[in-house]
Nanobody, 120 residues
Framework: VQLQASGGGLEQAGGSLRLSCAAS????????MGWFRQAPGKEREFVGS????????YYADSVKGRFTISRDNAKNTVYLQMNNLKPEDTAVYYC??????????????WGQGTLVTVSS
């Protein structure tokens, strides 16, 4: 599956951004989808994931209550709504897909990343 992330940009602290990730190539609804991020000088970390039909979502503690992941299987797209942004959310955000029925653990496919910069 090919993944194309978009929606990153520069936002002030307290603001909002919505990232999108469009998928093509395979049956989207068979993939658990997730978002990861990598800040400068840090390792890539898990942000959130959503199960095949959106019944369950999981979040890192650092974004819980501020970020919401959703998916539209008819549009082959997964979203990450980011509210109350903080400077520490600055990172390159990657969408990922894993052919599994549960939580995302080891994605087989990655998007190219989209940069989110949050100014204080």
């Amino acid at each position: 599956v090919q993944l194309q992330a978009s929606g990153g940009g520069l936002e002030q602290a307290g603001g909002s951004l919505r990232l999108s990730c469009a998928a093509s190539g395979r049956i989207f609804s068979r993939f658990v989808m997730g978002w990861f991020r990598q800040a400068p000088g840090k390792e890539r970390e898990f942000v959130g994931s959503i199960t095949l039909y959106g019944g369950n979502t999981y979040y890192a503690d650092s974004v819980k209550g501020r970020f919401t992941i959703s998916r539209d299987n008819a549009k082959n797209t997964v979203y990450l709504q980011m509210n109350n942004l903080k400077p520490e959310d600055t990172a390159v955000y990657y969408c990922a897909a894993e052919f599994t029925g549960g939580r995302i653990v080891a994605p087989q496919y990655w998007g190219q990343g989209t940069l989110v910069t949050v100014s204080s």
